[in-house]
């Protein structure tokens, strides 16, 4: 039973780990600009199906490290022509736009690659688990949570230590005041978007390889970021982690005693959290950011 | 700064228009709108074409439309032509009645098809009984929609899910053990399929382990894999369908577990296979249809009238559902000279389908009693990679015919009421 839990609690913090990298995506664009970026998971589809494109010419590696800029360059497209002029309006606007935008996508998704699901093939030496009794610890997902511990830190660096993760830092407390001071909110924005959703395409290739790859992989994996966000609390990125591990395990743990609520225990705590703390878990209070 | 969730939750005349917004989406126009003469026939076909079940209700699409066509080609019903307008269900209960709703009442529809969600199909049962249309449900398997539920308009193309547990269990009992351990989509479908396969299980003096019940559209079925090794069985079988079953047993491959523990399942289908990495295409199924079967009359045609269709894949057994419901209302009318529903439902009480519809070796006839199709289980095993044609996924070792694998009507609970 100890050994159960303990398997389960470890498998948690797998599937925490893969939240944790759509949920930073997620954060990252709501602090800054104020949009809950629905189609993050239509976004994540468009990056795994890069992937399963280009895997013929340049492999999975080549596609791991190529499909998530295409997906970023996509992603900053559409926010210079669709999400840029809604900045400054009622949430409600970007929220709506890009409901629809996931639509779009998933059907666009299904128009070019077909509704029937693709197989993608990771390399054979990490498709196996490292060990018998570990079984559910396969090389893929061990090489998973490192992409994400990798990607995680990276993004630390990027936002403690350059001017740009300096900008987007101030600009989510107060982004009238760094325009003011003559920061470009524009490009600040654009490149903070771009950066979000590069987090959203390189989930999309990582599940695509654990998964199967389908247009509608990306809302099932959506509402968990969500979650993981306001649990954490909203504004803030360590909250985000915290959160995005503490809803993997909850449903590991779920998924062992009453499999059917595996999904709901998500909302279950999510419901604690808000009515114990309803900043969050790290949130602060009366602020967004 | 203003917390956007907080605002867009205080500010709730916007949200209530949003949501407004996004309620007329679902009942916006139909995805096939043809040329329509006043006098043409109309079939109405409801079915998931967005969601997880896109793939299977894409295909049982294709194969209706492919159906109209050989019919209008050879004069329509009643000399007159017919045409079909398909609505999407989105795999949702609300979406595909209101869909349902809007075919009968504003198009008008002759007859509907639909849907490949077992409890949109039953929901959309309930409408057309009460509107007495005739409705012919192509691809949702619950017991329940031929069973205690059944209606003098409904009929039915795919098998019972006790057709499919039926048509398995003494193979896998006898060849794999009978300690099983069932991964099962928690809604309709999964239940009564769950029951059947469990009852039989029982009967033959075997064990349950475990059922892990989970969500439709899971992602992640690591936590119930690692339950259902804990519990030891001699078999682990999938009821999931659809991405879940891609899912789930490419999970089960990377963890190793197929090499610890017999996988298999009752319905499997070659959207599913395809989707798979070769090296996850593994286990006893049954096929409800299958497209490879040498010296059958007319299968070839019907392949390769797909393949034209579909970008040169083959049709799945969605593909025959599609074709096999529309085609049953254009032989019932033709041969009744009518379109009066009552009249052509109970024209189709043990109605044989000719060679052409049936593709199979079997006879395969709506039954009296419940108006479930007695259709073949297509039984054997799926295939890392097909020997003459990259598409044949699956070897099939024996095709057991429908009256073999249905219970007897008196077991179904079906009592069928006609309108006085």
């Not at chain 1, 959203?200 to 809302?219: C, D, N, R």
């Not at chain 2, 896109?54 to 050989?70: F, I, R, S, W, Y």
């Not at chain 2, 499919?164 to 009978?178: I, Q």
């Not at chain 2, 990259?390 to 009256?403: A, M, N, T």
Request: proline share 5%; charged share 15%.
């Amino acid at each position: 039973m100890t050994q159960l839990l303990l398997f389960n609690v470890t498998n948690g913090l797998i599937i925490g780990a893969f939240y944790v990298l759509m949920a930073l995506g997620l954060s990252l664009i709501l602090n800054l600009s104020n949009v809950i970026n629905f189609a993050h998971g239509g976004f994540l589809v468009i990056g795994g199906y890069i992937a399963y494109t280009i895997t013929p010419y340049v492999g999975f590696w080549g596609a791991l490290l190529i499909a998530p800029p295409i997906t970023a360059l996509i992603g900053l497209a559409v926010e210079r022509t669709l999400i840029r002029p809604l900045y400054g309006r009622d949430p409600l606007y970007s929220l709506l736009l890009t409901f629809g935008l996931a639509f779009i996508i998933e059907d666009g998704t299904r128009f070019i690659w077909g509704a029937q699901g693709k197989p993608v093939t990771v390399p054979a030496f990490l498709a196996k688990p490292i060990s018998y009794d570990f079984f559910f610890i396969t090389g893929y997902r061990l090489f998973m949570v490192a992409t994400v511990v990798f990607a995680v830190a990276l993004l630390f660096v990027l936002l403690r230590y350059t001017r740009l993760g300096m900008r987007i830092r101030a600009g989510t407390l107060d982004l009238e005041t760094v325009s003011a001071l003559g920061i470009n909110v524009r490009i600040l924005r654009s490149l903070n978007f771009a950066v979000g959703i590069f987090l959203a395409g390189l989930s999309g290739v990582l599940a695509a390889g654990q998964l199967g790859l389908e247009p509608t992989m990306g809302t099932g994996l959506l509402m968990p970021s969500f979650i993981a966000i306001i649990v954490g609390g909203v504004g803030s990125l360590t909250g985000t982690l915290l959160g995005g591990l503490l809803i993997g395990v909850a449903s590991g743990l779920t998924a062992m005693y009453f499999p059917a609520a595996s999904e709901a225990i998500m909302y279950v705590l999510m419901a604690v959290v808000l009515l114990v703390r309803p900043r969050g878990l790290l949130g602060e209070e009366g602020m967004m950011t | 700064m203003k917390n956007p969730i907080v605002s867009l939750v205080s500010d709730r005349r916007a949200l209530l228009k949003g949501a407004a917004a996004i309620g007329a989406l679902q009942i916006a126009s139909p995805f096939v709108v043809p040329v329509r003469a006043a006098d043409n026939i109309k079939m109405g076909m409801v079915d998931p074409l967005t969601g997880v079940y896109a793939a299977p209700a894409g295909n049982e699409v294709m194969g209706a439309k492919l159906a109209v066509d050989q019919i209008n080609a050879k004069g329509g019903i009643l000399g007159r032509q017919v045409e079909l307008l398909v609505e999407d269900s989105a795999n949702d209960v609300g979406t595909g009645v209101q869909k349902a709703r809007k075919l009968i009442e504003r198009d008008n529809v002759n007859f509907i098809i639909g849907d490949v969600n077992s409890g949109i199909a039953a929901a959309i049962a309930q409408v057309t009984a009460e509107k007495k249309v005739l409705h012919v449900v192509s691809g949702g398997h619950t017991d329940t929609i031929t069973g205690k539920d059944c209606h003098w308009n409904v009929y039915r193309v795919c098998n019972t899910t006790r057709m499919e547990a039926n048509s398995v269990s003494d193979l896998l009992y006898n060849k794999y053990g009978k300690k099983w351990h069932f991964i099962t989509p928690d809604y309709a479908f999964g239940h009564t399929l769950y029951d059947a396969c469990a009852a039989n299980l029982k009967k033959r003096g075997g064990t349950v382990t475990g059922n892990e019940l989970t969500p439709l559209g899971t992602t992640d079925f690591s936590a119930y894999l690692i339950k259902a090794r804990a519990a030891q069985p001699d078999v682990l079988l999938l009821l999931v369908q659809g991405s879940d079953m891609i899912n789930c047993l490419k999970q089960i491959v990377q963890f190793g577990l197929d090499k610890q523990i017999h996988v298999a399942g009752t319905q499997q289908e070659l959207e599913s296979l395809a989707g798979l990495p070769p090296e996850a295409r593994i286990g006893i199924w049954m096929f409800e249809w299958y497209w490879k079967q040498p010296g059958v009359p007319h299968v070839a045609e019907f392949v390769a009238e797909i393949r034209k269709r579909n970008g040169g894949q083959v049709p799945t057994a969605r593909h025959w559902f599609g074709y096999t419901s529309a085609m049953t209302f254009a032989l019932v009318a033709n041969q009744q000279k009518s379109l009066d529903a009552i009249k052509l439902a109970q024209a189709l009480d043990d109605f044989e389908l000719p060679p052409d519809v049936k593709l199979q070796p079997n006879k395969v006839y709506y039954r009296k009693g419940d108006h479930q199709l007695m259709t073949s289980a297509f039984i054997g095993e799926a295939l890392n990679k097909g020997k003459d044609d990259p598409e044949d996924l699956f070897r099939v070792d024996s095709v057991v015919p429908g009256d073999k694998t249905a219970p007897p009507v008196a077991d179904t609970g079906c009592t069928i009421k006609w309108p006085a």
